[in-house]
């Protein structure tokens, strides 16, 4: 094979029950890929200043640079042809304006920001896991992480919130969760939303739901 060649692939996997996985699972880069060649080596001044890479670094440390990352990852998804809703703050954003953990933050600069260019933001107040519809305030609950959630415990807090007639969330990062564990875990809702005993939808919707 010859230099300066970049080989794209794609991994697929058939399962004993005769069902077939494909990885990455990624729909923005649906490709590995490995270069043949010589490489020079590229040393990187201030990561923080890539404002819209793949991962994020620690909290923005000026307003500028929350705004470009803000808006440089909304700039990207829209060259990958997706049209995002709904901000979600970065856990390692953990400290400071960026933080969005109480109400007086949502009155500033920055989450005017994020107010400009999304429907919605998913942060970290309030703390609470179930809250009425229609939502006070147009404020939505605190997820639930679904990676320490056994079938069974979702079921039971599913239940629960139908029983009060509330909304929870659930949620997950895609390097946490294998598609055989994340399955048996949405397959849970899925039985209870095709029970019709409830209605699954995203967060910018729900946050207009009136019943």
Wanted: aromatic residues 12%; charged residues 15%.
């Amino acid at each position: 094979m010859a230099d300066g060649i970049v080989v794209r692939y794609r991994v697929s996997v058939n399962l004993s029950d005769g069902s077939t996985i494909s990885f990455p699972d990624n729909k923005a880069d649906p490709f590995y890929e490995f270069y043949v060649g010589p490489v020079t080596t590229l040393w990187c001044a201030d990561f923080e200043q890539g404002a819209s890479d793949w991962t994020h670094g620690a909290t923005p440390s000026s307003f500028g640079d929350f705004y470009l990352e803000t808006l440089g990852s909304l700039r990207d998804l829209r060259a990958w042809g997706y049209n995002p809703h709904v901000f979600i703050q970065p856990g390692s954003w953990n400290i400071g304006p960026c933080t969005f953990d109480n109400p007086a933050k949502l009155q500033t600069q920055y989450a005017g920001l994020v107010r400009r260019v999304y429907v919605a933001m998913e942060a970290y107040y309030p703390k609470t896991r179930t809250v009425a519809i229609p939502s006070p305030g147009r404020v939505g609950p605190a997820a639930y992480p679904i990676v320490g959630l056994a079938p069974a415990t979702i079921d039971s807090i599913v239940r629960a919130a139908i029983s009060s007639r509330g909304w929870v969330e659930f949620m997950w990062h895609s390097r946490e969760m294998s598609p055989s564990s994340l399955t048996p875990r949405l397959a849970v809702i899925a039985a209870l939303r095709d029970s019709g005993l409830v209605t699954v939808m995203p967060f910018y919707r729900a946050l207009h739901a009136t019943h």
